[in-house]
Every structure is written in C-alpha cells, then in structure tokens.
C-alpha cells in the first residue's frame, strides 16, 4: 500500500528504526488462486487466526511502537466478519488504517463501512490490462471485470484507491497499458511489485523477468514519474532507488522531497528497518516474502520483537550485506531485495540475484 519515506541511512540503534508500514496478514483465506501468491491462500477458514480480542491488543501494541500506517491484508480481509471492527479501533488508536482487497468482493454495503470505519485507502491488483491477462493470472473468470466494478464502487464511496501490479513476463508489455488504466479509473496512485519466487511464485520463477529487463522496466517507470499525476512507486524493487539517483544526476538535478517527492527520502528495501510483516497466527517477519520468524506476537509483544529480533538487527547494520550488495555505494538508498536473495542463496544477507548494476569499488 501507501508506503511512507524511510531513512536514508540507518544508525545501528534499534530505536531509530522508524516503524512506518505494517502489513498484517489478517486472514489467509482468499476467494482467489492467484499463480504468484505468497501465501498459497485457499478459500476455507484456517486455524488459530488472530481473533477480535488478540487484533485490538496487537493494535495497541503497534501504537506504543510508532505510529505507522497499517495495511489490513490477507488473504482477502473482506472475508473477515471483524475487519471493519479492527479498522475501526485502529482509526480511534491514531493510526492510519488502510486495506488491500483484491475487488471482487467490494459491494456498497463494504465500501460504506470501510469509509465509516476510517480506511484511508484501498489497493487493488490490476496485473493485466485486459480480462483475459489478468483473469489467467489471478486464477478465476470475470476477476477483471470484479475488481473494476468494486473499484467504481469504492470510487463512488469516496475512498481512495491505488493500483498494484505484480509484473512478469506474461504482462511486461502491458505495464504502460495498466498505468493508463489506472490513470483512466481515477486511481491516486500505481504500486508496481517485482515478483519475489515465494509460495506459488516459485511455480511461475520463469515468468519472472530478468536483470537488463528488470534495469530497463524501472527506467521507463522513472520516465513515467516525471509525466504523470499519479503517484508512482516501486516495491520489492529496490534498485529504483539507484536507479532514480543516477538519472537525476544524469539530467543535472539534485534529489530531493521537492523534485522527487517521498521517493527522495526514502530507501528500496524497508524490510525490519521501517517495515515489517504478521501473519494470520501472529508470526512476524521483516517482510510477507522473507519466510523467517524474527517473532511472535502470542508469546512476546509486538515491541520486544521490534526491538530485540535478531534478525531485524542483522537487518538494520547494512555493514552485514554480503558480495557486491556489501560492497555497494548505493547500499544505504537500495539494500537489494532481501528476500529473493534469501530464496537464492538460503542467506538474506546475500547479494540481490537480480541487479545487474556492477558496484565502482571493488574489495
């Protein structure tokens, strides 16, 4: 969803790590079968999710943590009964509650609560341009055509949507297709997400694109930052934040919130610096793709694993990243996408498999 600036260059104390995006995996039941899921989520209720009590308390938790925006995610949250009760009480705690259904379930009825509730914005998935990409990928017939008539319905409610992408090979050529989209629909902002091979993602590893395309798709996503009104930005995607640096020094200009907006102040990967992730039994990780446990919220609280977990600690100390991510000078704007070098390597600490960029110091 919506995510925040972060911090150019990290101290090593935890307590500077800025908490600014929680995505909290409320339910894993899903009426989808999307082939890149992270969480292979099904449509049957599954054990031991976080009940109303056990989502009020983690909330509260968060609150004394930080002040950070909260994605209610699954799964699909509308599947849920409580979802607008846990929205509605993180409103009251000062947070800024926003959520990332997949469409086809929104109705007037869900959209009014949403708004009552104080969800500031939704996200919704288009990873095609036409019913038949998106269809394909997301597993089930007339998900296209769902999710644009949940979003006119969302739209007519007043509440605020974005436009998220997962780009593979299979919809590369549409990615300028679905800004136009997006930008035709009245969304605020298109998320584009570089697929991380976790869960059913790993089944689909040769749809993923590689480095030169990889480099070439987020130099024309910086072109388009400078053209359109929407809110661009690139998730899982670490490089942009280079990327960005070396075409604005390249076009004579300096960096900055003013020419660049939030982009400027924040870093690739937030994963345990300004970002983490809970899942549906409360396992928390340093984000939904890095399937390590740095936590769990049944048996601790939410603070002692922000602060304590080795593994966000590992994390925060970029001096940690190893071969040519060690060695980077853009180490402190990128970090490389920790959890495909996880997936690569078994070492989140690894270098990022899929940057073609070669570092100017060597050791």
């Known amino acids: ?195 991380v091979p976790t869960g059913r993602g790993k089944y689909i590893v040769d749809s993923e694109i590689n480095a030169i395309e990889y480099e070439e798709t987020l130099n024309w996503f910086y072109d388009q930052s400078q053209k359109t009104s929407l809110q661009l930005k690139a998730t899982c995607a670490p490089h942009y934040y280079r990327i960005l640096r070396q075409r604005a020094k390249e076009d004579g200009k300096r960096v900055s919130f003013e020419s660049h907006g939030l982009d400027a102040v924040t870093r690739g990967c937030l994963a345990g610096t300004g970002f983490c992730f809970i899942s549906h039994v409360g396992r928390v990780q340093t984000c939904g793709f890095l399937d390590v446990e740095c936590g769990d919220i049944t048996k601790q609280t939410f603070k002692d694993v922000w602060e304590n977990s080795q593994v966000f600690n590992k994390l925060r100390d970029f001096n940690n990243l190893e071969g040519k991510c060690g060695i980077c000078e853009f180490k402190k704007v990128c970090g490389g996408c920790r959890a495909r070098a996880y997936e690569a390597t078994g070492s989140y600490q690894a270098q990022e498999p899929l940057c073609s960029y070669q570092p100017k110091k060597t050791k």
């Open 1 to 195: 969803m919506n995510h925040p600036h972060g911090q150019e260059g990290q101290n090593h104390n935890p307590k500077a790590n800025t908490l600014r995006l929680v995505a909290w995996e409320t339910t894993r039941r899903c009426n989808l079968a999307c082939k890149h899921c992270r969480a292979t989520a099904e449509d049957h209720p599954y054990d031991n999710e976080l009940d109303t009590k056990a989502s009020f308390k983690l909330l509260e938790q968060i609150k004394e943590v930080g002040n950070p925006i909260i994605i209610l995610t699954g799964g699909e949250p509308l599947l849920r009964d409580d979802i607008f009760d846990i929205a509605a009480f993180g409103t009251k705690l000062g947070l800024r509650m926003v959520m990332a259904p997949n469409g086809t379930l929104i109705t007037q009825d869900s959209a009014r609560k949403m708004k009552d509730s104080g969800i500031k914005r939704i996200s919704i998935s288009l990873d095609g341009s036409t019913p038949e990409t998106h269809d394909a990928f997301r597993g089930i017939k007339n998900a296209f055509e769902k999710s644009i008539q949940g979003i006119e319905i969302a739209k007519k409610a007043g509440i605020e949507f974005q436009i998220n992408t997962t780009i593979t090979k299979t919809n590369l050529d549409q990615i300028p297709k679905i800004l136009e989209l997006a930008e035709n629909l009245g969304a605020v902002a298109h998320h584009i997400f570089l697929l």
